[in-house]
C-alpha cells in the first residue's frame, strides 16, 4: 500500500501561506466635511383695510387695500422670515421684531429680511433656496411676481434663481376669497458645514487629555 501524499500537500500549503505577506490593512477613507441641511416653514396673515398700501415681497401694487400692520405688513417677506428662522432654530418673527418696539414701526420689511440674513450667517448657515406662496383674492398678482423674488433675493443675498413666489386666491371662500385678509407661506432650506470628522476627533482627544 502506497503512503499518503495529503500530509507532504498540507505541509507544503501551510508554509507557503507562511511565507505569504501579510495583506495590508484596510485604509479608512478620507475625512468628508459633514453638511447640516435644515428646513423652516412659516406663514403671515394680515387683514385687509382701505387706504393701506399693498407691499408684497417689498413691492407696492396698486390697489383700494391694504394690510393692517406694525411695519408695512408685507406678509410675504414675514413669512420668509419665519421659515428662515425656523430652520436656524433662532425663534420667530415676534421675538426680532415685536410689534411693541417703535424702532419696526412703519419700516420696510426687506430690512427684515436682511436681518435675519445676518442671524443666518452669524450662526454659520447658508440659505439655499425659498419657496413662498401668497393667497389673495384680488388683484392678480402675476404681473408683479418676478420683481417681488428679485426683490427677496436681493434683501436676502440670493440669486433670483433661488427664490420663488407663487399666487392663489381664495376662491371665493372665507376671509382670502372674500377679499378681506392676504395670507403667505413660505419654506426655506438652509445648510451648514460643520467641522471635518477628523479635526472633530483632534478636539475630541484634545479633550480627553486636558
Same mark, same amino acid.
Given at each position: 500500500?502506497?503512503?499518503?501524499?495529503?500530509?507532504? #500537500?498540507?505541509?507544503?500549503?501551510?508554509?507557503?501561506?507562511?511565507? #505569504?505577506?501579510?495583506?495590508?490593512?484596510?485604509?479608512? &477613507?478620507?475625512?468628508?466635511?459633514?453638511?447640516?441641511?435644515?428646513?423652516?416653514?412659516?406663514?403671515?396673515?394680515?387683514?385687509?383695510?382701505?387706504?393701506?398700501? $399693498?407691499?408684497?415681497?417689498?413691492?407696492?401694487?396698486?390697489?383700494?387695500? +391694504?394690510?393692517?400692520?406694525?411695519?408695512?405688513?408685507?406678509?410675504?417677506?414675514?413669512?420668509?422670515?419665519?421659515?428662515?428662522? +425656523?430652520?436656524?432654530?433662532?425663534?420667530?418673527?415676534?421675538?426680532?421684531? &415685536?410689534?411693541?418696539?417703535?424702532?419696526?414701526?412703519g419700516v420696510s420689511s426687506l430690512l427684515f429680511l436682511r436681518h435675519v440674513r445676518k442671524l443666518l450667517q452669524d450662526a454659520g448657515y447658508a440659505i439655499v433656496n425659498v419657496d413662498a406662496?401668497? +393667497?389673495?383674492?384680488?388683484?392678480? $398678482?402675476? &404681473?408683479?411676481?418676478?420683481?417681488?423674488?428679485?426683490?427677496?433675493a436681493q434683501a436676502l443675498g440670493l440669486d433670483a434663481g433661488q427664490v420663488s413666489v407663487k399666487a392663489k386666491t381664495g376662491e371665493g371662500m372665507d376671509a382670502l376669497g372674500r377679499g378681506?385678509?392676504?395670507?403667505?407661506? @413660505?419654506? @426655506?432650506?438652509?445648510?451648514?458645514?460643520?467641522?471635518?470628522?477628523?479635526?472633530?476627533?483632534?478636539?475630541?482627544?484634545?479633550?480627553?487629555?486636558?
Amino acid at each position: 500500500m502506497k503512503p499518503s501524499k495529503r500530509p507532504a #500537500k498540507r505541509e507544503r500549503d501551510r508554509r507557503s501561506r507562511q511565507d #505569504k505577506p501579510p495583506s495590508p490593512a484596510p485604509q479608512p &477613507p478620507p475625512s468628508q466635511p459633514l453638511t447640516s441641511i435644515r428646513t423652516g416653514i412659516g406663514n403671515d396673515l394680515h387683514r385687509l383695510i382701505r387706504g393701506h398700501k $399693498l407691499i408684497l415681497g417689498g413691492v407696492h401694487i396698486p390697489f383700494a387695500k +391694504g394690510p393692517v400692520g406694525h411695519s408695512d405688513g408685507d406678509a410675504l417677506a414675514h413669512a420668509v422670515c419665519d421659515a428662515l428662522l +425656523g430652520a436656524a432654530a433662532l425663534g420667530d418673527i415676534g421675538r426680532h421684531f &415685536p410689534n411693541t418696539s417703535p424702532k419696526w414701526r412703519g419700516v420696510s420689511s426687506l430690512l427684515f429680511l436682511r436681518h435675519v440674513r445676518k442671524l443666518l450667517q452669524d450662526a454659520g448657515y447658508a440659505i439655499v433656496n425659498v419657496d413662498a406662496t401668497v +393667497g389673495l383674492e384680488r388683484p392678480k $398678482l402675476s &404681473p408683479y411676481i418676478p420683481l417681488m423674488e428679485r426683490r427677496l433675493a436681493q434683501a436676502l443675498g440670493l440669486d433670483a434663481g433661488q427664490v420663488s413666489v407663487k399666487a392663489k386666491t381664495g376662491e371665493g371662500m372665507d376671509a382670502l376669497g372674500r377679499g378681506e385678509a392676504v395670507r403667505a407661506d @413660505a419654506v @426655506a432650506l438652509i445648510s451648514k458645514r460643520l467641522v471635518e470628522k477628523s479635526r472633530v476627533e483632534k478636539l475630541r482627544s484634545r479633550e480627553v487629555e486636558s
